[in-house]
């Protein structure tokens, strides 16, 4: 079974505004990851926040994460047409594991609109 | 190399055929991964490699799957007796500090 699942499965939005997508997960982790995948092929990692973190940005980038709520969000601000990818949120199976598989969500599908 | 890379990037077979997919990670990385992906889902993980042996399989779906690196470096991905519920994308991935996983641009495999 999967570990994170993304909401919402669909976003659509003009440029210039801001697009929050949010992830669940199930189990205790140590890291949550999101990735960034264009037209279905090889993704890009974007970010990592670790358990002991509760905000970090990057860029335009903003993620959260809420350990007692087993849940994250990123937020991408002034968002451009070129943003337009499905993301993806990614955890390792336990708190503690490294080295290991990433469980990954059904992912969110982001349109951004001239 | 730059990145990861994947060979093919499309294949096309038949029914029953045997197929093989290769990725070449990034120099240096010690792990490596492969996953699967069919249309509109995430990534579901397959294989995992640390050096030379997997450290993790469970992923595989059935005997028909098979995957070594037998040098620590490039990876075959092998598949037996495809079937059409085979058909995904199949992505390679390599990391050194097993956080942030680097992907290559996956192998698109049909079976008709």
Redesign the interface.
């Known amino acids: 079974s999967?570990q994170g699942e993304e909401d919402p499965q669909a976003l659509s939005i003009q440029e210039g505004e801001n697009a929050t997508m949010n992830c669940s997960y199930k189990t205790s982790i140590n890291?949550l990851?999101w990735?960034r995948q264009n037209s279905?092929?090889?993704?890009?990692?974007l970010i990592?926040i670790r358990s002991n973190e509760r905000e970090k940005h990057s860029g335009r980038l903003r993620v959260t994460l809420d350990t007692s709520k087993k849940s994250s969000s990123l937020l991408i601000t002034a968002s451009r047409a070129a943003d337009t990818a499905s993301y993806?949120c990614?955890t390792p199976p336990r708190s503690g594991s490294?080295?290991?598989?990433?469980?990954?969500?059904?992912?969110t599908q982001l349109t951004v609109w001239p | 190399g730059a990145g990861v890379s994947q060979t093919p990037s499309n294949k096309v077979t038949e029914k029953g055929k045997y197929v093989e997919l290769r990725c070449d990670p990034i120099s240096g990385h010690t792990a490596l991964y492969w996953y699967r992906q069919s249309l509109g889902q995430g990534p579901e993980f397959l294989i995992y490699f640390q050096g030379t042996g997997a450290a993790d399989d469970s992923g595989l779906p059935n005997d028909r799957f098979f995957a070594v690196r037998p040098e620590g470096s490039v990876s075959t991905l092998k598949i037996q007796r495809t079937e059409r519920g085979d058909s995904a994308v199949y992505l390679c991935a390599s990391s050194s500090t097993g956080d942030e996983q680097f992907f290559g641009p996956g192998t698109r495999l049909t079976v008709l």
């Not at chain 1, 279905?40 to 990692?45: D, K, N, P, S």
């Not at chain 1, 490294?98 to 992912?107: A, E, I, N, P, S």
């Open positions: 999967q890291n990851q990735y279905g092929r090889g993704l890009v990692h990592l993806f990614a490294t080295l290991g598989r990433l469980y990954f969500g059904r992912g």
